[in-house]
């Protein structure tokens, strides 16, 4: 230990000096321990909230899904109706076909009935028997022209249940939208906290950070000036960065003192 006593016990007037400059010195760096101190449980809490933040996006993420799979489910029953209304379709047009060679037969055979009631007029043997065949064919066209009418109204039915499925899908197209502006957030949400973590790890005093967060492209020395850092100590915390593929550090020239820092 340094003795700063005179010969006669008291202390000469520059050691004095000397004791109270260390002094002033030790009460700064408290001062700065505290703010240092401060700032970092500041950054704590914004790293706590963007957690929060970051768990709550997740589990959004994941009711999401589920919309994804309904939505799957969805357009696979919407397939599977389309296939039902084809066959449909090709039914009723077979019933059609047939319909038509009904009528024509039917034609053919008022036709061949008023041939036979020709005959008729000229013989009356065998009159109600001929009657009766034409009274079954007219039952027979009664009968398909219900049968038709009940296919048309099936047809009607699924065309609704068609429509139904599209506006269920296009909603569902809607919310996928919606899916992947949260999945771009939680992307961004994941960025920003990953900046966080790795200036936490490395210096409590971040605000430099957020003045390249605000700007995103900004000049090294302009940088430091907002912070009051030294530029040596925000290039090394910006190399960091770039390291971590966060940020890009575009020089001007080989050994450029003020290069330009990219957020990504």
Do not use: C
């Not at 933040?53 to 009711?63: F, G, T, Y």
């Not at 899916?179 to 920003?192: H, N, P, S, V």
Request: glycine share 2%.
């Amino acid at each position: 230990m340094i003795n700063l006593t005179e010969e006669d016990g008291s202390i000469s007037v520059s050691d004095a000096i000397k004791i109270t400059e260390l002094e002033n010195k030790v009460q700064s760096f408290q001062t700065k321990v505290e703010e240092l101190e401060a700032a970092n449980n500041e950054l704590t809490e914004k790293k706590n909230a963007l957690q929060t933040e970051l768990d709550e996006l997740k589990v959004r993420a994941e009711s999401f899904s589920e919309l994804e799979t309904t939505k799957n489910n969805l357009e696979n029953e919407l397939n599977t109706l389309k296939e039902e209304h084809t066959n449909l379709k090709r039914e009723k047009e077979n019933l059609n076909a047939e319909i038509q060679e009904l009528k024509n037969e039917a034609m053919k055979k008022d036709t061949d009935f008023a041939n036979m009631k020709r005959e008729m007029d000229e013989q009356s043997d065998g009159y109600q028997d001929k009657q009766h065949t034409i009274d079954k064919l007219r039952e027979s066209m009664n009968e398909l022209e219900s049968a038709k009418t009940e296919i048309e109204a099936q047809f009607e039915q699924v065309k609704d249940e068609k429509a139904t499925i599209e506006n269920k899908y296009n909603e569902l197209l809607t919310d996928s939208s919606r899916l992947e502006q949260i999945k771009t957030d939680l992307r961004d949400k994941e960025e920003a906290l990953k900046r966080f973590q790795i200036i936490a790890e490395s210096d409590p005093s971040y605000s430099w950070l957020s003045t390249l967060e605000k700007y995103r492209v900004i000049e090294l020395k302009r940088l430091a000036m907002s912070t009051g850092s030294s530029t040596h100590a925000i290039l090394r915390y910006v190399k960091m960065l770039e390291s971590a593929g966060l940020v890009d550090i575009e020089m001007h020239g080989k050994d450029d003192p003020n290069p330009t820092i990219k957020l990504k």
